[in-house]
């Protein structure tokens, strides 16, 4: 599918999910193991799959993509990640930090129905150029 629009390459795209321990444990047959070993390393991992426990208790579940493809169409009020149509909660969070080779994006996503957060990492060749395309973005969001 070819999207108009200002294309962009995140070094990084992290989803974070956040779950009780119990619902966790309703909801995947390998909950004892993952939790057993978050207790005793701190983390457990599948694939580009990682859990944790968050500072508030929850059980954090995180995806994490490298080289993602962005696009900000010039209208609308969604991007584009690897060609799949997403929307990004702007008007809610958009919080960018400076790192040592990044800037760093946190902001919500909308994803079937629940707002989960999403953190977006790029380069500096292209930050500026990506920030003003995601402020664009929020002006068009309700």
Known sequence: MDIQGEKFILD????????????????????EKILAHIE????YQEGDIAFTKSKFG???????????????????DTVWFQGEKRHLDL???MEVKNLE???????????????VSCLMYI?????????????KLKERQI
């Open 91 to 93: 008007k809610f969070k």
């Open 12 to 31: 990084y795209l992290s989803i974070y999910y956040f779950y009780e321990e119990d619902a966790f444990r309703s909801m995947r047959q390998d909950a």
């Open 40 to 43: 005793e390393y701190s983390r």
């Open 58 to 76: 929850s059980i954090t579940e995180s995806h994490t993509q490298k080289d993602v493809e962005v696009v900000i169409p010039a209208e609308g």
């Open 123 to 135: 380069d500096y060749k292209q930050d500026q150029a990506f920030l003003e395309a995601l402020n």
């Open 101 to 115: 080779d990044h800037a760093r994006i946190a902001t919500r996503l909308i994803e079937e129905g629940q707002s």
